[in-house]
């Protein structure tokens, strides 16, 4: 805990106050209501809440809190207390004030207010008064006192290849510090990339380059967009990256929410606004341009062979020369690695994790989690969250029958990428193979909740289906994939089953439960689609998982095969203080792809850190990153 320096100046941040939810205005209320006072006033000890000025205090975190263990559900708050706020506004508060003091957990005193702006305003800041970016992401004075060269004669030339969150983060970073960023995205800009996926889940075409993994914005677009992150909610990094959507367009609310997600409909303008953006700052944004190639001389990358692959054209090819290439492409761009491979960049298998996806109705959820609070949901229109839930257990050996000879004792399995009120959709680039995931729109006021349920898989799990080398994981998901789409019989149908069939090793009787999966299931026996270690952690799991949440093993609720990039399969080592790979120079690999990140928000902070060494690396920046 800091110490407390000076009663009268900075703030106190009070943590975990609860308030019941029929105090509470409800979770897409910001203000500080009268049941907030009240826990604030409860945790001060002080008397007479109505008499606490609602200005001195603003919100940090708003949860809500369904847990089963508690007697009634509750939001859970954390707020700061301005205290030259309180003071000028209440002066009779004076006297609690000097009796403060910190409580573990729940009364903190902070000398400052911890602020971060937006990545736009940190840096524009760095620039006007010459300061960098500290080691967590805050700006802190340099010992030059000067952080970036400006101007410049010549600039830097970067290509930054992907514009997923890694690859946006880092162009922007790059272009906001004076580099000439070409982003180059094989996939379409959002408004062409709808278009296409409507005709996907239409028409059943599939575009190889413009769909739910390739086109502006990633693999996330077309999401929930959840924007939670392990990487530390209250890094300075993670907020200037949640600062930066909210500046292009996202409410708001996802800088207090416990649990903040968009959807898709908030995404795709964000994203729109995030582009002019770039186009203000200069950079050249061509898209449906694949990577094809690198150019490289003497050891070190120089450039770029890229073909147009805008549906419809005839292909070009070209050859772009470079300063430096950030390799941003995501954990679906298989062909980038194979042309890896050749120039003998290092690629080392990681271990990752693959399953089902689980379907519930979203009323089934709701009542599971919330009992008679399960009204309030009414479409996500209510006063308490859509309810979601995450589950985790370790399956032993004993459980899973001597692991199969896949040489692993324990696994995890948990459920994962939650969408609530959503639907489940195809993501795969190519028609030979199926993969599912999980979106949704920003009210999740869809009939269904559906989530991963994965197990994790490790290069002794690729040895023993037969697949070596750098892209064993890559392999180990095809095989799955192809094996999913032939048991779905083609078309994009994919092979489901019940989940109390799937527990009984049997057929389930047509017609199975409804889908949200709009390309049509077709009942399988799923226990031909992984090795049986794999499903009998999937069996055991799922029957832990139902005494957690009784009522998770359902007649309604269906499993959809296959859910198998979770993350990279793959990491490709670089230099941990300027992210250049450490067996090509001039290549950058962030992101997911590269086996650093794990989800929109990680993926963009590890974009922005890399941003800021490229930048550091090209002589743009003399800051710490
Ligand atoms: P990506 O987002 O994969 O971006 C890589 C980009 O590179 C793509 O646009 C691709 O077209 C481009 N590219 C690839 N190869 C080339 C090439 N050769 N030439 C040019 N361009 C190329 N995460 C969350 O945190 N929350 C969620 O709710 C969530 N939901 C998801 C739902 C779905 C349907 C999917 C598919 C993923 C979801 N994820 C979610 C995961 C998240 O999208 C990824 O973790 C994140 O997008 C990774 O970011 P990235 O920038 O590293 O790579």
Redesign the pocket.
Known sequence: LTDVKNKEEGFWRLSKLSVPVDKDPGKDHLGISEGLLEAIAKVLEFPVATMLPQEAFSIVRKSFDARKLLKEPKFIYTVDMDIKKLLNLEPRTWDFVSRLEPKVGVVEYIPDEKVSGDLINIIDDSRRIGIGIGSNGSPHNTHSGESCKFPKLKKPRVAV????????FAALVLGELGAEVTL????QAVEKRGRDIGALVVRRILQS?SN?????????T????????RIGRNSNSVQAVMKTLVHFGAPPNILVDGKP?LGTDKLVPLLRNFRQHLQQLGVNLMFG????DLLVENGRVVGVK?SNVNHGLPSTVQKLVYDAVVL??????R??YEMLLQYNVDLFPKDFAVGLRIEHPQELINNMQYSALATEVRDGRGKVPVADYKVVKYVGEEEIGAAAGSGETTRSCYSF?M?PGGQI?L?STNPTELCI???SFSRRASRWANAALVVTVSSKDFEAMQCHGPLAGVEFQREFERRAATMGGGNFVVPAQNVTDFLENKLSDTPLPRSSYRLGVKAANLHELYPTHITQALQHSITMFDKELPGFISKDALLHGVET?T?SPLQIPRNSENYESTSLKGLYP????AGY???????AV??LYAGFAVAKDLNLYEGGI
């Open positions: 290849v992907g514009s997923g969150p890694a690859g946006l180059i995205e094989r996939g380059e739910l993994c390739f086109g502006e914005g990633g693999a996330g077309w999401s929930d967009g959840k924007l939670v992150t997600h341009t694949r990577l094809d890229v941003a492409v995501g954990h679906s761009a062909d980038v990428c969408c959709v993501t995931n999980g979106m990039r993350s962030i992101g997911e792809g990140a794990g989800g929109i928000v990680s993926a590890d974009g």
